[in-house]
C-alpha cells in the first residue's frame, strides 16, 4: 500500500515550496516520490520545480472536487499502473476543500493500495494577520484548509515580529487543536513530522488506530458482509451526524444482482447501478469516523 500526502493551502502560502523540500528528502531516504499538481491556470508553471526523475501528472484549469474528481481517479489509475513510486504527493491548487481534495483520493478502486497519511496545511502567517480584509468567503475557505488540517506549517515567520509569531501560532493552534503547528519559513518542514500522520482508518485497525489519535478529518474503509434493504440503508444516512460529510463506494442491496454505485455529500443521496460486480465497500470521510456503527454490521468490520 501506498502512502499519500495531500498538500493544502491557500494560493501563494508555499505549497511549491513545500512539496519541493518533501521531494529531496524522500529521495534522501531512498524513496521515490510521485506528484500529482492541481493547478487551475492553463500552464504548468510549479510543474517545473519538479525534477524531472519524479513521475508527475497534471490537472490543469479545474479542481479536484466535483467533476475533476473523476480526472483524478484517471490520474491515480495511469500513475498505479504505469509508473513505479514509493509515496504519493498531491499539491492542490489554492482554491480546494480539503474535504473536496480527499474524497478525489479515496476512491474505493484504490482502498486497497492506497493509504491517505494526511492533509498538510501551508498557513501564510502574513496573511493570517490580514485576514479580515478578505471577502467572507475567501477568508472561510482560508480557515477550513486550516481547521482539516492534520498538520500545519505556519510559514513566513520571518516575516513576522516575534510578538507576532507567537501570537499567529496561539490563534492558528486555538481553530485546529488537534494538528501540530510547525513554524517555517520558506516551508521547510522535516520529513520525521508527516510520517506519524495517519488519516485513514482500515478495518479491523479502526479501533487501533483511534486510540491516542484525535484527527480532524478522517477516513475510514467500511466493507459489507451482507446485502442490506435500501430504505433501511436511506434511513441510517438520514440519522448520520452533521460531522459526516462525504460517502462513496459501492452497498449491495437486497433484490440487486450486483451492489449500487452510492454517493453522499451535503446531505444528498445518489444511487446508480453497476454493470459489474464491484467490492461491497464504502469509504466514509468526516469527523470521529472511527466510532460511527454502519448498518448491518458493528464496528468490527
Known amino acids: 500500500m501506498k502512502d499519500v500526502y495531500l498538500l493544502s493551502g491557500f494560493l501563494g502560502s508555499g505549497k511549491t515550496s ?13 524513496l ?3 506528484v500529482i499538481m492541481n493547478e487551475l491556470g492553463k500552464l504548468p508553471f510549479d510543474s517545473k520545480s519538479v525534477d524531472e526523475d519524479v513521475p508527475i501528472k497534471e490537472m490543469l484549469e479545474g479542481c479536484i472536487c466535483c467533476t475533476g474528481a473523476e480526472k483524478m481517479e484517471a490520474q491515480l489509475q495511469m500513475l498505479l499502473e504505469g509508473e513505479e513510486f514509493d509515496v504519493l504527493l498531491i499539491e492542490t ?21 492506497l493509504n491517505m497519511k494526511g492533509i498538510i496545511t501551508v498557513a501564510d502567517c502574513k496573511r493570517w494577520l490580514d485576514r479580515d480584509k478578505m471577502s467572507p468567503q475567501t477568508r472561510m475557505l482560508f480557515l477550513e484548509q486550516i481547521k482539516h488540517a492534520h498538520l500545519i506549517v505556519a510559514n513566513k515567520v520571518d516575516l513576522l515580529s516575534d510578538d507576532e509569531v507567537a501570537a499567529v501560532t496561539m490563534q492558528i493552534q486555538g481553530l485546529n487543536s488537534h494538528a501540530p503547528v510547525i513554524q517555517s519559513s520558506n516551508a521547510k518542514l522535516p520529513l520525521k513530522m508527516i510520517t506519524n500522520l495517519e488519516a485513514t482508518f482500515h478495518g479491523q485497525e479502526v479501533k487501533q488506530a483511534a486510540i491516542g489519535k484525535q484527527l480532524t478529518l478522517s477516513s475510514r474503509l467500511h466493507t459489507f458482509t451482507e446485502s442490506i434493504e435500501q430504505e433501511e440503508f436511506e434511513q441510517w444516512v438520514k440519522g448520520l451526524p452533521d460531522t459526516v460529510y462525504r460517502m462513496k463506494g459501492y452497498v449491495p442491496l437486497k433484490g440487486y444482482k450486483n451492489p449500487y454505485l452510492f454517493q453522499y455529500a451535503y446531505g444528498m ?3 446508480l447501478p453497476e454493470y459489474i ?14 466510532t460511527i456503527v454502519v448498518i448491518g454490521d458493528t464496528l468490527n468490520d
Open 269 to 271: 443521496v445518489q444511487w
Open 277 to 290: 460486480k464491484m467490492e461491497p465497500q464504502i469509504v466514509i470521510i468526516g469527523e470521529n469516523v472511527e
Open 18 to 30: 513545500l512539496l519541493s523540500h518533501l521531494i529531496e528528502q524522500l529521495k534522501a531516504e531512498g
Open 93 to 113: 491548487t489554492g482554491a480546494a476543500h480539503p474535504v473536496e481534495a480527499m474524497d478525489a483520493v479515496l476512491s474505493p478502486f484504490f482502498a486497497s493500495r
Open 32 to 34: 521515490k516520490p510521485a
